[in-house]
């Protein structure tokens, strides 16, 4: 990748800090951003103030900001905070540009987009690929979409966020690459977690597995990253079955209206959902893992190897 651009003075503002609008916020407070943050638990936003972050009290609260950039769980909250009665287009004001990052319908981008415009503002769909994790690391990347002048005026900024930032167009067409790009993540997971119990079963143990994978044409900076959930059982939620479950459903809904058979997408959204049905919501999804060990009358334990996740934070 190129070096950065050089920022400039632009005051932004930051809709959300969960894991990773938190993760994102800190890397722009870092390189020295001017930040105003709203997120409806306060207390989840207020660690970034000694960083510089300036906290407000509602969405609207942004709208003398420059640019505004959303990550929010779902549709809903994205049309919440931007068009709701507290939203960013309900002041008087309203930013240059709305970004938002968020993995979200199609039809819920659109409305925005058409409500920005209506206030003169611009819009950009920016969904990303990656979790706190790889934010942390550096490593996040972004399919952007909607006008190029606005595209131009951002890029400095979602240079920033991470290690790749990719235009595909006009529009809402980012939100169609995250969505795929979330259907491969799902079917890859589901796919790793059978070939591993396949291994395991026939005594393979699982990091010899996955060390050859790794180490293969196969391998992926993804599937190296899901290797130490996999070998030591540690499942600190990164990315939940119910959050990828969503994505699985736009993805199917997408198919649906495009006339694009799905399969194995569908057949992977079946088993995610079982796996919730079973109560295993707020774990990794790499739990996927523990649901084909079981069909397979198998218990896992860890093996309590020192693995590489291939991320190399930066000191």
């Given at each position: 990748?190129?070096?950065?651009?050089?920022?400039?003075?632009?005051?932004?503002?930051?809709?959300?800090?969960?894991?990773?609008?938190?993760?994102?916020?800190?890397?722009?407070?870092?390189?020295?951003?001017?930040?105003?943050?709203?997120?409806?638990?306060?207390?989840?936003?207020?660690?970034?103030?000694?960083?510089?972050?300036?906290?407000?009290?509602?969405?609207?609260?942004?709208?003398?900001?420059?640019?505004?950039?959303?990550?929010?769980?779902?549709?809903?909250?994205?049309?919440?905070?931007?068009?709701?009665?507290?939203?960013?287009?309900?002041?008087?004001?309203?930013?240059?540009?709305?970004?938002?990052?968020?993995?979200?319908?199609?039809?819920?981008?659109?409305?925005?987009?058409?409500?920005?415009?209506?206030?003169?503002?611009?819009?950009?769909?920016?969904?990303?690929?990656?979790?706190?994790?790889?934010?942390?690391?550096?490593?996040?990347?972004l399919a952007v979409s909607g006008p190029e002048p606005a595209y131009t005026l951002a890029l400095p900024f979602l240079e920033q966020l991470g290690a790749g930032v990719s235009y595909v167009g006009t529009a809402e067409?980012?939100?169609?690459?995250?969505?795929?790009?979330?259907?491969?993540?799902?079917?890859?997971?589901?796919?790793?977690?059978?070939?591993?119990?396949?291994?395991?079963?026939?005594?393979?143990?699982?990091?010899?597995?996955?060390?050859?994978?790794?180490?293969?044409?196969?391998?992926?900076?993804?599937?190296?990253?899901?290797?130490?959930?996999?070998?030591?059982?540690?499942?600190?939620?990164?990315?939940?079955?119910?959050?990828?479950?969503?994505?699985?459903?736009?993805?199917?809904?997408?198919?649906?209206?495009?006339?694009?058979?799905?399969?194995?997408?569908?057949?992977?959204?079946?088993?995610?959902?079982?796996?919730?049905?079973?109560?295993?919501?707020?774990?990794?999804?790499?739990?996927?893992?523990?649901?084909?060990?079981?069909?397979?009358?198998?218990?896992?334990?860890?093996?309590?190897?020192?693995?590489?996740?291939?991320?190399h934070y930066p000191q």
């Amino acid at each position: 990748m190129t070096s950065k651009r050089r920022l400039v003075k632009l005051n932004i503002g930051w809709i959300g800090t969960g894991r990773m609008g938190y993760a994102m916020a800190e890397r722009l407070l870092r390189a020295g951003c001017v930040l105003s943050v709203y997120n409806r638990t306060r207390s989840k936003a207020e660690p970034l103030q000694p960083l510089g972050a300036t906290l407000v009290a509602s969405p609207a609260a942004l709208a003398e900001c420059d640019i505004v950039f959303a990550m929010v769980s779902d549709s809903d909250d994205l049309l919440q905070v931007m068009c709701g009665p507290q939203g960013v287009l309900s002041a008087t004001n309203a930013p240059r540009l709305i970004i938002d990052c968020s993995s979200v319908s199609d039809e819920a981008s659109a409305k925005v987009r058409a409500e920005a415009l209506a206030r003169g503002a611009q819009m950009l769909a920016a969904p990303v690929s990656g979790n706190a994790k790889v934010v942390e690391a550096g490593k996040l990347t972004l399919a952007v979409s909607g006008p190029e002048p606005a595209y131009t005026l951002a890029l400095p900024f979602l240079e920033q966020l991470g290690a790749g930032v990719s235009y595909v167009g006009t529009a809402e067409l980012a939100r169609i690459v995250k969505i795929c790009h979330n259907l491969l993540l799902g079917v890859v997971t589901q796919s790793l977690a059978e070939i591993t119990i396949l291994a395991e079963r026939a005594g393979v143990p699982r990091h010899a597995l996955l060390d050859f994978i790794n180490n293969s044409v196969m391998g992926s900076v993804f599937t190296r990253y899901k290797t130490p959930a996999f070998v030591n059982l540690d499942f600190k939620p990164t990315f939940t079955p119910p959050l990828l479950r969503k994505d699985l459903d736009l993805g199917l809904a997408a198919g649906k209206k495009l006339g694009v058979s799905l399969p194995l997408v569908q057949l992977t959204r079946d088993i995610v959902q079982q796996v919730i049905d079973q109560g295993d919501a707020e774990r990794d999804f790499a739990v996927l893992l523990l649901h084909v060990a079981q069909k397979a009358g198998l218990t896992l334990q860890s093996e309590a190897e020192a693995i590489d996740d291939g991320l190399h934070y930066p000191q």
